[in-house]
């Protein structure tokens, strides 16, 4: 999508002159987040170079320096400060027109809109509200399914109310912007798990002399540098071979019960296939990692619906 300003304050659609695409904004916006360039670039999932290379490219069609480099975390200029409210009302004016394009506008504060992680999506979400509901009453709720950057798009870009994603200190996330708090709602775990034999032991383990196939996610995916982590720390990545990709949880998990080989799932996404011993757990303390979820919300986004959902939080973490 191509924009070309016509003054600070407004900006509409052209076809001729200067022309800024709409991913230079969403670019704009994680970076007056996070203040680093490389932590920007890691959330939009671009390489940090052809991330400043867009930032400059803004700059350069707005007409003076939006960022000050010569303090780090860098901050806005004055410019800056003036641009962000524009550039998010013309993500927002986008997401709106999308909506309307594609029938999706409700009325106001019918429903409650999260972007969540594809593993707690669909293990861990409906569960999570169901039991909110109990206490609030039944929630209306949409929920998209997207890998970490979306997840983090989505929140920065202001077309979610919420954001379900797990963290980790070691991965880089939304910095402490007021426009974006979070709180700690659940801890969860990296386990690695095996396909039982029909006597219930594993088919693989993790101490045999034998290397065990491994079930792995993409490597730019939040599980899949949970993985990488404890495989670097254990040494066990001397002691597998690689079997399969996937960046979905889901996927892994129905490729583990089909003895494809070993992966690390969350707890949360592998509890019940243990319970039945489907599955069996083959790592320790040693081998597993802590991760817990967090949920954001977008200031930017306020109603009442929303502020009683994140009022109930609240008082619950």
Same mark, same amino acid.
């Given at each position: 999508?191509? &924009? ?19 991913? #230079?904004?969403?670019?704009? +916006? ?37 960022? *000050? ?14 641009? /962000?409210? !524009?550039?998010?009302?013309?993500? @927002?004016? +986008? ?10 506008? /409700? ?5 409650? *809109? &999260?972007? =969540? +992680? ?6 861990? &979400? ?18 998209? =399914?997207? @890998? &970490? ?15 379900? $994603?797990?963290?980790?200190?070691? !991965? ?15 801890? *969860? ?46 040494? +066990?990545?001397?002691? $597998?071979?690689?079997?399969?990709? @996937?960046?979905? $949880? ?13 992966? #690390?799932?969350?707890?949360?996404? =592998? ?34 619906? !929303? ?11």
């Amino acid at each position: 999508m191509l &924009f070309t300003q016509t003054g600070l304050g407004s900006a509409q659609l052209t076809n001729v002159g200067d022309m800024m695409e709409i991913d #230079w904004l969403e670019d704009f +916006l994680a970076l007056s987040a996070a203040g680093i360039f490389a932590k920007a670039a890691d959330a939009r999932n671009i390489s940090q170079s052809a991330f400043t290379r867009r930032i400059k490219n803004l700059e350069y069609w707005i007409g003076t320096p939006l960022f *000050d480099r010569s303090v780090h975390p860098v901050v806005l200029t004055k410019a800056g400060q003036a641009f /962000r409210p !524009v550039a998010h009302e013309m993500i @927002n004016t +986008l997401s709106t027109a999308r909506a309307e394009a594609k029938g999706l506008v /409700r009325r106001e504060g019918e429903v409650l *809109d &999260f972007v =969540a +992680l594809h593993t707690l999506a669909i293990s861990y &979400f409906p569960g999570w509200i169901t039991s909110i509901g109990k206490t609030l009453g039944p929630i209306k709720s949409r929920v998209v =399914a997207e @890998n &970490f950057s979306g997840c983090v798009e989505a929140i920065l870009s202001g077309s979610s109310d919420f954001m379900l $994603c797990y963290h980790h200190p070691t !991965v880089p996330m939304i910095t402490d912007d007021a426009r974006y708090p979070s709180m700690k709602i659940a801890e *969860d775990r990296m386990v690695a798990v095996s396909v039982a034999e029909p006597d219930g032991t594993a088919r693989f383990r993790l101490d045999s002399e034998a290397a065990f196939p491994l079930l792995s996610y993409t490597r730019d995916s939040f599980l899949g540098k949970m993985t990488n982590l404890i495989l670097e720390r254990t040494g +066990l990545r001397q002691n $597998c071979v690689f079997q399969y990709e @996937n960046s979905v $949880c889901e996927a892994l998990k129905a490729a583990t019960l089909e003895g494809m080989g070993v992966a #690390w799932l969350p707890l949360v996404a =592998a509890e019940r296939e243990l319970n039945e011993g489907r599955l069996v757990k083959i790592s320790d303390s040693s081998s597993e990692n802590p991760i817990s979820i967090h949920l954001y919300r977008s200031m930017e986004r306020s109603r009442s619906d !929303v502020e009683r959902f994140w009022s109930y939080m609240s008082s619950m973490h």
